[in-house]
């Protein structure tokens, strides 16, 4: 389906090449829906519900989460730009990215426990007070994207390369990481690391 039905409660539709630009979605629900291929810039989705929604490279830029959710989602090839998933409702983010391209987002206070983010690269982005415990970062990158106040306890950062993630703020107990990328975690302590 290439257009949006009208209706505010949409179930198990696949929508292909659909494009929402600059226009309000506000107090929707979508359930098991499955978006290939969509690009939606500058929408409104202010109290809009995706729960158990699959999104195939699509592209979501510059989106109005207040009071969103986005509960048991799945990402995969997707680009997400500009969203501040703070602003959804109270823990109603937990999602699965695989393979996406994730710049200027900023997650905060959310639930992302034992969520999978794999391949995926993160470019000016923050996770601040987020819950990350038993989270994998399989081979993902990360640039100019701090974490600040989280709890990364168990989570697996075995494979990802480039991460900022300061000791002193994070709880980091039994979290996996590997050499040489693991010697970033002293860069706040101003120790001197010779080879």
Not at 21 to 33: G, Q, T, V
Not at 98 to 110: N, P
Not at 133 to 139: C, I, P, Q, T
């Amino acid at each position: 389906m290439t257009e949006l039905p009208e209706r505010d409660d949409i179930e198990e539709e696949e929508f292909s090449g659909l494009r929402l630009e600059s226009r309000e979605l506000r107090d929707r629900i979508f359930e098991d829906c499955l978006f290939k291929s969509c690009r939606f810039s500058e929408l409104g989705l202010q109290r809009t519900a995706f729960r158990g929604c699959r999104f195939e490279d699509c592209e979501l830029s510059l989106l109005q989460v207040g009071g969103a959710s986005f509960a048991s989602c799945d990402f995969e090839g997707c680009r997400l730009q500009g969203i501040n998933f703070a602003d959804c409702a109270p823990h109603q983010v937990y999602v699965n990215m695989k393979d996406c391209d994730v710049r200027h987002c900023f997650f905060a206070e959310g639930d992302l426990r034992k969520r999978h983010f794999t391949k995926s690269r993160f470019r000016d982005c923050e996770f601040h007070r987020v819950d990350l415990r038993e989270a994998g970062f399989k081979n993902c990158e990360f640039r100019e994207t701090p974490f600040s106040g989280c709890d990364l306890r168990k989570a697996d950062f075995s494979d990802a390369r480039g991460y900022t993630i300061n000791p002193e703020q994070n709880r980091v107990r039994a979290a996996v990481f590997s050499a040489p990328d693991v010697l970033a975690l002293l860069a706040p302590l101003g120790i001197i690391i010779k080879d």
